[in-house]
């Protein structure tokens, strides 16, 4: 009974007590993060030139043609001379396998290095605020005295400005990814005429309007609450993987210090707050590993600045392991940690998958279909009649010419199929008639293979194994 | 950075309460709220732009006027704007001309494949082969009762056809059925006796199957000595044929061998513009007013006919 009447008295703050200090930004504050310089910083310039890439990639020209173009309409993609077509289109497969486990490798081994240095949306975000704090400050102070003072021409010209130049830029990565499906020089001379196709209008839109918001508005949000990756993540670190972490051991009990003096009943941190301040998604990394960390390292950048002024070694915020930082202890080695060994397996497999795709394009589809009613057909003769329908895919560049002969039953004569021309690019069904005299049909069911060579190209042949069909024996 | 706003201590909650756990009152991220609103906005949208609210005898119509039936004579009109060309040309060929025509013969092979299926399979099979005793004519093989010449097929689906065999079971004795029979497969198997030929000649069959037994095209009369059978090559089928004919009206036994019309005016043209070359006058220079009068039954087109004439051509025993 007293048992009972204590738990009524458990006050209720004292439950929320550990996650008093919670904080959870549901897009009502706007972080303006600090930029320092660092190694970090550095780092991530270079992981975004990257996406130039995006922008540069489809006015690459070889032999006189775009190198790389997504032709969906026309249902091939082009590489350079190598012209991919729907029946190759396990090799998208695992290139997208491919990239799928990489993300899990370097999750396992070195946390989310994609968000931090490499994803569009903090790469774009990067670039969005790097423009907003060269027109309207770039500390929060000077961000808040900006949007608090009264408009001016000054400040609309800003305004103006920052929002131009992010539209430039939105449309800009609008075109970049429509010019990889399409010739890329037509393209800017449609939309200069107004004569591009509505479909490349509307991606060109639902681009600008995106990155506009995503990049401009919604920023830190989407990490938070839109990107399946960020939740995924988590579950692929082990206690071997690094990330970057507050060394509470070293920096606790936290506190400010006096210029030049030294307190040894503190740890480093001196509780200057410049981690929060550059955090592009305003965590405090000191609060441990959570979901709001891209892992872009700024904070490093940040904490070293800060350990040199105050002549303390560098590295109070590292990228650590969990073993490191609780236990002491160094990471395993690569090679002993089963998950990088099976995601290793599988990158190498799917690898070496996409170079045998590559290196053994045919030339050539070729299908010889049975005609299913009737199965074969008895002349006037007697002669056993098969109709087949032929069907030879070009993947060429240019127009072949083939001539065909069967192999497999004595007495065998092919007919309607002496030569077959197809264009490049094209698929041409043919009828083939196959006529065995009744005195050679040994079975109702004979293996016959269809051959077939092309003129002036000795390194194309085609053969396909089918069946010869009479009445039951 | 303390965040004093989402402390549970400082935050209101919904007034509900559980053994002292409050419910708190936080609001969901604003973006959230906002996409929420904005597709209740577009529910509204979508009410004002399309049919939306069922009335007593209609329903309201919605500013765009979209319906589903007027989206599907859209599509419906554009995959004929992509056949017009195709069709446009094929109705200046001659069937033997997109015979010889790769890409059209393809064409035509593809768009008759449902006009075969709804007009001609139920009796000919899907592929141009019947069910095996089902007495249609296969078209697949290369023996043709009416000739197997594009010009001969056409006329033959136009005019229709319609073969005459009179019963003998009045005609023939018992045992001159019995040699008949025996004759007709021997025939089929190329060891005919001159004995049987001899009664073949007697008793006048030569007059529609002619006097090598090899049939007759003008008449459409079965070749006897080759490996294909019009009805059946067993003897018991052979003998029926003999006893009870072919369409022979009076007989309820007869077998029924129709071949509809397809294109009564079809099938006038072609006789008159044959009639003509015969006689060494241009095909060109016809009257068609004075042939035709308009009233002439049309179940299938011009070119849907030349479609099917190309599609039965190439089942494998065109000539």
């Known amino acids: 009974m007293s048992e009972k009447v204590e738990k009524k008295s458990v006050n209720v703050e004292d439950l929320y007590e550990e996650v008093s200090d919670w904080h959870i930004n ?212 082990d206690q071997d993987t690094i990330l970057p972490s507050y060394d509470a051991e070293r920096g606790e009990p936290r506190g400010r210090i006096k210029k030049g003096q030294h307190d040894d009943t503190k740890g480093s941190c001196v509780d200057c707050n410049v981690c929060v301040a550059v955090c592009p998604t305003g965590i405090d990394i000191r609060k441990g590993q959570q979901e709001g960390c891209i892992t872009c390292g700024m904070c490093i950048d940040a904490c070293d600045t800060i350990m040199e002024k105050t002549n303390q070694p560098k590295g109070l915020i590292r ?155 | 950075m303390a965040d004093k706003k989402n402390n549970p201590g400082q935050v209101e909650d919904t007034g509900h309460e559980w053994d002292g756990i409050r419910e708190l009152n936080n609001p969901c991220p604003r973006w959230w709220l906002n996409s929420l609103y904005l597709s209740g906005l577009l529910v509204i949208a979508y009410f004002i732009l399309y049919p939306s609210l069922p009335l007593v005898n209609d329903s309201t119509k919605g500013l765009l006027g979209w319906t589903m039936i007027n989206e599907y004579k859209e599509d419906l009109a554009k995959v004929e704007a992509i056949r017009a060309p195709f069709e446009e040309k094929l109705a200046s060929m001659s069937v033997e001309q997109i015979l010889a025509d790769q890409e059209m013969l393809n064409y035509a092979i593809g768009s008759s494949k449902v006009l075969f299926g709804d007009n001609c399979a139920a009796c000919h099979g899907t592929g141009g082969a019947p069910a095996a005793g089902s007495g249609y004519p296969n078209l697949t093989d290369d023996d043709w009762l009416y000739g197997g010449k594009p010009d001969e097929i056409m006329i033959s689906i136009a005019a229709g056809r319609q073969g005459m065999m009179t019963a003998h079971k009045d005609i023939l004795k018992p045992e001159e059925v019995d040699q008949l029979v025996q004759f007709v497969v021997d025939s089929s198997n190329g060891v005919a006796t001159e004995a049987g030929k001899a009664l073949y000649m007697a008793k006048g069959c030569f007059a529609c199957h002619g006097a090598d037994a090899k049939g007759v095209k003008a008449m459409g009369s079965a070749n006897l000595t080759d490996k294909i059978w019009r009805f059946s090559g067993d003897p018991e089928q052979i003998r029926h044929t003999i006893l009870h004919g072919v369409n022979h009206v009076s007989d309820p036994l007869t077998r029924v061998a129709v071949m509809p019309t397809w294109s009564e005016k079809l099938a006038i043209m072609l006789q008159v513009r044959a009639d003509a070359i015969a006689d060494g006058d241009d095909p060109n220079e016809i009257d068609w007013a004075d042939e035709l009068d308009g009233t002439e039954a049309e179940r299938l087109t011009e070119t849907e006919i030349k479609k099917l004439t190309v599609y039965v051509h190439q089942f494998g025993g065109g000539q």
């Open chain 1, 26 to 237: 549901t897009g009502g504050i706007k972080i303006v993060a600090k930029r320092m310089a660092g190694r970090f910083r550095r780092l991530k310039w270079f992981g975004m030139t990257t996406w130039l890439v995006l922008f540069l990639g489809p006015y690459l020209r070889w032999n006189g043609s775009q190198a790389i173009l997504l032709d969906l309409p026309n249902r091939q993609f082009n590489f350079f001379n190598v012209t991919i077509y729907p029946q190759d289109i396990w090799m998208l497969s695992l290139t997208l396998l491919f990239f799928a486990i990489l993300l899990a490798a370097v999750t396992s081994i070195a946390g989310r290095v994609f968000c931090g240095y490499f994803c569009f949306q903090t790469v774009w975000t990067d670039v969005y605020t790097y423009i907003e704090g060269k027109f309207e400050g770039d500390t929060p102070q000077k961000a808040m005295k900006f949007n608090n003072a009264p408009w001016t021409v000054n400040k609309i010209v800003r305004k103006v400005s920052k929002h131009s130049l992010w539209l430039l830029i939105a449309v800009l990565t609008g075109i970049s990814f429509v010019a990889w499906f399409t010739e890329s020089h037509q393209l800017w001379h449609d939309l200069f005429h107004f004569e591009a196709s509505l479909p490349a209008y509307l991606i060109i839109g639902a681009f600008t309007g995106g990155t506009y918001t995503f990049a401009g508005f919604m920023r830190e949000q989407v990490c938070f609450w839109l990107c399946p990756y960020a939740r995924l993540q988590g579950v692929m670190y």
């Open chain 1, 319 to 473: 990228y650590a392991s969990y073993k490191e930082l609780h236990h002491n202890a160094a990471p395993l080695a690569l090679y002993k940690r089963p998950r990088v060994i099976i995601y290793s397996l599988i990158l190498m497999t799917a690898l070496s998958g996409v170079v045998y795709g590559f290196m053994n394009l045919s030339p050539t589809e070729f299908k010889v279909v049975h005609e299913r009613q009737p199965l074969f057909v008895q002349l006037s003769d007697g002669t056993i009649q098969n109709k087949y329908t032929v069907k030879l895919l070009n993947k060429t560049k240019q127009t072949i010419k083939l001539n065909f002969t069967i192999e497999g039953i004595e007495g065998a004569t092919l007919h309607g199929l002496s030569e077959m021309i197809v264009e490049p690019g094209k698929v041409i069904p043919v009828t083939a008639l196959v006529r065995v005299p009744e005195q050679y049909m040994t079975s109702d069911l004979t293996p016959i293979l269809f051959k077939g060579s092309v003129e002036s190209n000795d390194h194309i042949s085609v053969r396909y194994k089918s069946m010869f069909m009479g009445p039951k024996k």
